[in-house]
């Protein structure tokens, strides 16, 4: 397994990839877990080549602490991308990726404001120009991102198809605990009681109920609500539960189709 820094070490490998071989990208933050192990078995499933980029990107955090917070784990992600076969990982730091300092920058305004966008302002942006200059870099025939980040998933589409981007973007299933809660790196920061009391998000989530009443069931049991929302045929919601920042979103209704 290669691991590059600089992007021209990282161009001299992609550089002699032949063409027959087909490249696929998985686009993490870092601090893996089974939620970003399913989306590499995926893309070893579906190409000659695997790769990952491990990056925190700046631009799309609204808030300072939560960057900071932000866990890092290179060793024991380098460790489970060897395990599970990937080829490459690049993981650049932020002078390699934005040489431009962040003047230059994708944004799209219609979904971008709602949602997620509408309690982190300039979130999506940050998002969206990252994974641009990453599509750019690694040149991928395809692309995989989870549907826990809905929002971010239809907004990346959006994007290849708006720029013509020759790639296909695979949506992956979202991994769940036990406890059916989604797996995030943000797990991490809940305490022991908090994370108890968070498996109950998305058993609420999966009410059969107007949004306006889920989110009136989800205070009720004490979290603090940004929104639920219903978005392309998915019930999306944002909670913060012991200081933490939740996602998560289900097929309408999922919850009671047995
Ligand atoms: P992140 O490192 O949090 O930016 O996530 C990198 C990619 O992994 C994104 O496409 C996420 O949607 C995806 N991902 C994160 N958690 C999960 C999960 N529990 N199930 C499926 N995909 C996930």
Redesign the pocket.
């Known amino acids: 397994m290669e691991i590059f820094t600089s992007i021209s070490s990282w161009q001299n490998w992609r550089n002699v990839i032949p063409s027959t071989q087909n490249v696929g990208l998985?686009?993490?933050?870092?601090?893996l877990?089974?939620?970003?192990q399913?989306?590499i078995t995926r893309c070893r499933q579906d190409n000659d080549i695997c790769t990952i980029s491990l990056f925190v990107n700046p631009t799309q955090f609204n808030d300072e602490n939560d960057l900071a917070n932000y866990p890092n784990t290179f060793e024991a992600d380098r460790k489970l991308c060897e395990a599970e076969g990937v080829d490459a990982i690049f993981f650049p730091d932020y002078s390699e990726l934005y040489p431009d300092d962040y003047r230059y920058r994708v944004s799209e305004n219609e979904v971008s404001p709602l949602l997620c966008g509408t309690h982190r302002p300039g979130h999506f942006d940050g998002v969206l120009s990252v994974v641009m200059k990453l599509l750019n870099l690694v040149r991928p025939q395809r692309a995989?991102?989870?549907?826990?980040?809905w929002q971010?998933?239809q907004l990346v589409k959006g994007m290849v198809e708006a720029f013509f981007m020759p790639l296909i973007i695979v949506g992956?299933?979202?991994?769940?605990d036990i406890d059916r809660l989604?797996?995030?790196?943000r797990n991490l920061h809940l305490s022991k009681r908090h994370r108890e009391k968070a498996a109950r998000f998305p058993k609420i989530l999966a009410a059969q109920a107007p949004a306006e009443e889920v989110a009136r069931l989800l205070e009720a049991d004490g979290f603090e609500v940004d929104y639920v929302q219903d978005f392309k045929g998915r019930r999306c919601a944002a909670i913060h539960c012991g200081g933490v920042r939740l996602i998560d979103n289900m097929p309408l209704y999922e919850g009671n189709q047995k």
């Open positions: 998985v686009p993490t933050m870092g601090a877990h089974a939620g970003h399913s989306l995989y991102f989870g549907e826990k980040d971010q998933l992956c299933p979202t991994v769940r989604a797996i995030s790196s």
